[in-house]
């Protein structure tokens, strides 16, 4: 059965922190992607990936990292730089094609990040 | 600064009435449109798009508008059913952005349908 896993699906950073949050997809797609959702706000792209080790900024790449070592995983960590990261963070994937118009994004189920 | 809103937060319908979401642009260089839905503690999923060289798309009971020269985009959803009771977003593709996944989403508007 083919998706993407986030986990955990809560987690809670102390002052300080680094935390990193899991992605993971069996869909055999190119390109992943994280985004952040506050609330009253539509998703805010982080950071994405179209291809192994090789990744991009987003909108609001600041005070987080990522990694793209297998295609599979696309973990994201939230650093202490990142001075609110309460927020709901959701990862998604795509098939990649040069040339082609925007493919829809897959959606995982997402993590609530919360600050103690 | 909003370049994809959504300007009802909420709406509220009957069962088996039509249900219309709106959406609107402010960037004239987006090339393509998605609607996603999303339930509570899920992640969005796909339900339908439209390109910009097109005024109409129609998938079911759901049906997309574009109304280019009022950057206005709309979905229509009829017969509505109460499992159609969610957040809906907004999104758009800006031109050059293909394949890169960066979508501009709007702030969503939460749909509940009443049986």
């Known amino acids: 059965d083919g998706g993407i896993t986030q986990s955990p699906k809560y987690l809670f950073r102390k002052e300080g922190q680094n935390v990193t949050l899991s992605c993971e997809q069996n869909?055999?797609?190119?390109?992943m992607y994280w985004y952040r959702q506050d609330p009253g706000q539509g998703l805010r792209l982080i950071y994405y990936?179209?291809?192994?080790?090789?990744?991009q900024k987003g909108d609001i790449a600041e005070g987080y990292s990522v990694s793209r070592e297998k295609k599979e995983s696309f973990p994201l960590t939230v650093t202490s730089a990142q001075k609110n990261p309460t927020a709901f963070y959701l990862c998604?994937?795509?098939?990649?094609?040069?040339?082609?118009?925007?493919?829809?994004?897959?959606f995982g189920s997402g993590t609530q990040l919360s600050v103690l | 600064d909003q370049q994809v809103k959504q300007n009802s937060p909420s709406l509220s319908v009957q069962e088996g009435r039509i249900s219309i979401l709106n959406c609107d642009y402010t960037?004239?260089?987006?090339?393509?449109f998605l609607w996603y839905k999303k339930y509570p503690a899920e992640g969005p999923t796909f339900l339908i798009s439209?390109?910009?060289?097109?005024d109409k798309n129609e998938d079911g009971r759901f049906t997309v508008f574009l109304n280019k020269s009022a950057k206005h985009l709309s979905l229509h959803i009829v017969p509505s059913q109460p499992g159609d009771s969610a957040v809906y977003f907004c999104?758009?593709?800006?031109?050059?952005?293909?394949?890169?996944?960066?979508?501009?989403f709007g702030q969503g508007t939460t749909l509940q349908v009443k049986p």
């Open positions: 998604a994937s795509s098939i990649f094609y040069r040339d082609r118009q925007n493919e829809k994004l897959f």
């Open positions: 869909l055999n797609h190119d390109a």
């Open positions: 990936s179209q291809i192994v080790n090789d990744f």
């Open positions: 960037n004239s260089m987006f090339d393509y």
């Open positions: 439209i390109s910009s060289i097109k």
């Open positions: 999104a758009a593709v800006p031109l050059g952005s293909s394949n890169t996944g960066k979508l501009i």
